[in-house]
Each structure stands twice: as C-alpha cells, then as structure tokens.
C-alpha cells in the first residue's frame, strides 16, 4: 500500500466557492451560447462534474484523454492523445476543462490540436495552476488556485492512480 500523507491545501469548503466563482464568470461570458466542455481524463472529472451543476447553461461534454505521465511526477515532455473527441468541434464555442497546468506542455499541445479544428472559441479553465514550473506558456481563462511547486492529490487528482477520492485538495509529501 501507498504510505505517503497527504495534508489538505484547499478545503472541500474552498473548493465550492471557487467553483461557484468559476461557474459564475463562465455563465456570464457563455450566455446565449451552446458550449461544449471537453474535460481531459482522467484528473479533471470530479471537478467537471461540480462544475457543470453549477451552471444552467445548454452545455454539451466530451472527454479525451492525452499521456504525459507515466506512474512518475515529472511530465515525460512527451504528450499523445490517447482517446480522442466523439464530438465535431467546428464552430463550436468549446472550453477545455483541466485539472492543473504545470509545465504546459500537455494544453500547449491539445488546445493548438483543437484549434485545428476550427472551433468558433476556444478558453480554459483550469482548477490549479503550477505557474513555477511553466516551460511553455499556456493561457488561462478560468482558474481555480494557483499552487506552488509542490505535488497536489484529491479532488479527482492522482498520484499513479492513488487518492482520486480525497475530498480536498491535499499536498502529497
Ligand atoms: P503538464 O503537461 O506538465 O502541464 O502536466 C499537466 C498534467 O500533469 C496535469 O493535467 C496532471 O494530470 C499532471 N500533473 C501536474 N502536476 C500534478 C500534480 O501536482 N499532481 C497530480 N498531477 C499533476
Ligand atoms: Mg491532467
């Protein structure tokens, strides 16, 4: 078993007002429109699920999965899409939902793939950023917390599959 502890960073509590916040700026700028939220699996799950209940707006979601890690904390600086979009994304207003940018290289990378595509917007949100560790720049629309250089857990979020459970967002020591 995984005899690692993790201490809470952001409570279940802190957690709710910032996505209520979150849910509030997007609902604003979404009005009227159709989204289609693309959640990246598996890290950002849980918060899209508190996310989208928030939200009365005609929203869609889709799923797709990209590698960048392998059981180990640091990125592989190697990213693939492992799962791809069931969806059409063309003229579509589509917001990416992510769990944490940390170098970047995993977004830089999916959101210059989708614009390919030619949505008719494409934005961001992300529940954590790791700005500290940047190596590409990554522009956030919606953010949750910024962290710092340490290893977050919970919340969804996963060291080699453990702690996805933890109802608050911890630091892995
Ligand atoms: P990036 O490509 O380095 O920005 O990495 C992004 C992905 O790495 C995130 O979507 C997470 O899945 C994972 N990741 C980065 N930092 C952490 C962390 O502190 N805890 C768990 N996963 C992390
Ligand atoms: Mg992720």
């Not at 849910?23 to 890290?43: N, R, T, V």
């Amino acid at each position: 078993m995984v005899n690692k502890q993790p201490s809470i960073l952001f409570s279940q509590q802190e957690i709710k007002h910032t996505v209520v916040r979150l849910a509030a700026e997007i609902k604003k700028d979404y009005q009227g429109k159709h989204p289609l939220f693309i959640s990246i699996l598996k890290g950002s799950f849980v918060f899209l699920a508190d996310l989208i209940r928030q939200l009365d707006l005609p929203l869609e979601v889709d799923f797709v999965k990209v590698s960048s890690y392998g059981s180990s904390k640091e990125t592989s600086g190697k990213v693939k899409m492992v799962q791809g979009l069931n969806t059409p994304i063309k003229g579509r207003d589509v917001l990416v939902v992510e769990d944490i940018v940390d170098t970047g290289l995993t977004l830089s990378f999916l959101l210059e793939h989708l614009q390919k595509k030619k949505p008719a917007s494409l934005k961001l949100c992300a529940l954590a950023d790791k700005p500290s560790r940047r190596q590409v720049p990554v522009p956030i629309d919606y953010l949750g917390f910024t962290v710092p250089d340490k290893f977050i857990v919970g919340y969804g979020i996963d060291w080699d599959e453990n702690f996805r459970y933890l109802p608050d967002i911890c630091v892995l020591d």
